[in-house]
């Protein structure tokens, strides 16, 4: 079982790894480890170290895995371990840590490692070794009296030259190595890696930032802040060097703060006046108000110095401020533009990096608000619709000709929306409703197979003289329009149609093709509009002859069940279909599943579910209503709103 069926040799002898290989088990294996009653401490470490290695960068750690492997399978110094003893070493803990040959054989060729790869390669070494080690004890961790001779060096070289600088003996007859110049950059190892001692300090460089610097107030009001940030980063920058090792939160900031300055006015200034204004409106709102998020906003610390127990931490949260952003992330791209909230992310995420991958925003998850078409772009669009109607689909039914049918889905997946994409601007939520409701008759069986008994009729009826009394045209101005009024227009407009001309369909095709056609509407609507319910009308009893029957109804049964919250009643009619008789002998366990959605209930449920008499519901109440029919079926559904009729069909 992962992580035990790969060596820990492997991550050093074998490197580069593929890090998105390993790092996609790691959560199977934390919720593994998560349910044992007791925990080894070799789980533990390798807890750890699968930490440490899936929040490196990837990049990074592909560019270094090959130098620091070839350093350890050909070791420059005699005095080293041979490699193959080394990797014949299993994981014990006799000597009282784990993996002592692999230790001594890392500290031997780290000198070589730092020489010929990087200083950064030797620091991961040491990193991803000692987050595995230093779970069994201080002594297991990989020694640094070596490297730190080497940094002590190195720092006093730099300090004298700092002295000579600020004195003025280097202004004018000494020429400055490029190698001293940037030895601040090469030698400075992260601070969680290094052992300070009692008379080396890490300088908070924060304050020279300025006063009450916060990250939500840089993002969302920085137009105030900008120039003297900006203007200050220098000063920042300058400070952070000449540290003897690098904190994460002065790498996390100057991260930030580097993109941030480097803003092009044209493009800021517009997103930064409105971002302003919605920061501002934010803090004002009350703890009750509906659309209230609390603002996690502190200032960075302004101590002269890092403690030690700051540099020491090791378990490192989410900045505060990214659960707020993310509580108000739809609002921002609302009120001022999805391009807001996007940039407004991307700094963000720059600076909350550092803190590990669990804590970057997606913002795919924030919906992208509609966006109000001009006359031109909704012609353009019209444009890709005609390619659909070139293939049979029919307004109501969405598919038609049976005939056409992949024709139909196969420019609907391919042309029509290569269409789309080339397209600024699409009507919404039409397009979005129009989509996922294709997408549902293109790719799920069930409902392919249902137009191909029933569509045809549906599409011949609805264009035929039959339905000639009813005002059938759509315009584009309704049905586009959309949530901008909310809805109703749209909404009353295709229920005076279904209505309309469901008693044509009732009379040539029959009451299951009435239900289909409001179902292939309702699942539309609820994208749409999720307030309007298309309510079936109650349609004569007495049918003409069906076109076709597909099966032969076998059993019926009627179950009426309470819910426990609403107390409110729903009477179920199933009608089972099949094409074998099937005995049933014993009553089967019923066994909870979770509440799901009508679209998942219909790619699921192999049976024909018509849903009737449900009243009373309050708008989008989640009533969960189980069904267990003498036949034998196990189901679960989920009502939202006045939905009067819903219609699950598979045929076998």
Partial sequence: ???????FHAYFFYGPLNPEQICSQKKSFDECVEKLPCISLQSEAYQSFLKVFCESESEEYVKLGSCIAQQLVQPTEERCSLPDEVLKESFSTDAGCPFAKLAGLLECVLPSIESNCSLRASEHV?????????????????????????????????????????QGDLQNDVTVSPEIVNVTVAVQPSCDVVTLESDEIIRNCVPSLGSSIRIGQTLLD?????????????????????????????????????????????????????????????????????????????????????????????????????????????????RCSYEALKLTYELYNAYSQHYGSRCVLDIQKVQRPPVVCTTK???????????????????????????????????????????????????????????????LLCFNETMKSVFGKSGACLAITIDSAATGMC?????????WSGLMDNGDSACRKLSS??????????????????????????????????????????????MAEEPSK??????????????????????????????????WTEEPEYTETETTSEYQLLMSVPTLLLITNITSLPYKSNLSFRILLKCKVKLVGLASGHLISIVLITFN
């Fill in 550 to 583: 597909v099966t032969e109804l076998i059993t019926e049964d009627t179950t009426t069940e309470t819910d426990s919250v609403t107390d409110t009643s729903v009477t179920v009619t199933a009608e089972l279909e099949t094409t074998e008789p099937t005995e």
């Fill in 126 to 166: 040491q990193k991803m070794f000692n987050s595995f080690a230093g779970r069994f004890g201080e002594s297991c961790l990989m020694s640094r009296a070596a490297e730190l001779s080497v940094i002590k060096r190195l720092g006093y070289l730099l300090q004298l030259l700092v002295s000579a600088c600020f």
């Fill in 497 to 542: 149609m279904l209505s309309c001309i469901s008693e044509a369909v009732l009379e040539r095709c029959g009451e299951e093709s009435v239900d289909l056609l409001y179902l292939v509407n309702s699942l539309f609507m609820a994208q749409y509009d999720a307030n309007c319910i298309l309510e079936k009308p109650m349609l004569t009893t007495t």
């Fill in 471 to 479: 005002d059938l045209s759509y315009d584009d101005d309704i049905i």
């Fill in 377 to 439: 772009e909704d012609k353009q669009f019209n444009t890709c619709h005609d390619e659909l109607l070139k293939q049979g689909m029919n307004k109501f039914t969405f598919m038609g000709n049976p005939e056409k049918t992949t024709s139909l889905c196969v420019t609907f997946t391919g042309p029509y929306r290569s269409c789309l994409a080339s397209l600024n601007c699409t009507p919404e939520p039409y397009t979005k409703a129009f989509r996922e409701t294709m997408s």
């Fill in 222 to 334: 920085g137009k105030s802040k900008f120039l003297d940030l900006c203007h200050k980063l220098e000063y920042f920058i300058n400070c952070t060097d000449a540290q003897f090792c690098r904190t994460l939160e002065h790498d996390s900031l100057l991260d930030m703060l580097s993109r941030f300055c480097k803003l092009e006015a044209a493009t800021f200034n517009p997103i930064a006046k409105c971002t302003t204004e919605f920061y501002h409106r934010e803090q004002e709102r009350k703890a009750n108000d509906s659309e209230y998020c609390a603002i996690y906003d502190p200032e960075f610390s302004s101590d002269e110095f890092y403690s030690d127990s700051q540099i020491r931490m090791t378990t490192r949260s989410c900045p505060a401020f990214g659960q707020s952003l993310q509580c108000m992330a739809q609002r921002l791209a609302e």
């Fill in 1 to 7: 079982m992962f992580p035990f069926n790969m060596s």
